[in-house]
C-alpha cells in the first residue's frame, strides 16, 4: 500500500529578500545565523537520496525509474546549472 503518492516538483528556494519584504535585515541576520547553528549542531536531517547533476534526458530517465519502481525514499535533485 502506498502512503504517498509520486510528484514532480520544480522548487526554487531564496533565502534573502529585500527590506520591504522582511521586518528588519538585522531580525533576519539573526534568523540565518541560528539556522546555520542548528546546521552545525547536527539538528536538521537530510532527506536527500540522490543528486543526478544537471537535468538532460538520461537523468531524468533515471529519475522517472526510480520513483516508478518505487526505488525511492526521500528526495533527488536534478539542477538546471551547475
Not at 41 to 66: C, K, P, Q, V, W
Request: glycine letters at 6%.
Amino acid at each position: 500500500m502506498k502512503y504517498f503518492d509520486s510528484r514532480l516538483s520544480f522548487e526554487q528556494d531564496f533565502i534573502f529578500c529585500g527590506e520591504s519584504q522582511c521586518s528588519s535585515l538585522e531580525n533576519q541576520g539573526e534568523r540565518l545565523k541560528e539556522i546555520a547553528e542548528l546546521i552545525d549542531a547536527g539538528a536538521f536531517e537530510s532527506l536527500l537520496t540522490a543528486n543526478l547533476g544537471i537535468i538532460d534526458e538520461e537523468s531524468l530517465a533515471y529519475a522517472h525509474r526510480m520513483v516508478e519502481n518505487d526505488q525511492l525514499l526521500g528526495k533527488v535533485v536534478l539542477n538546471y546549472s551547475e
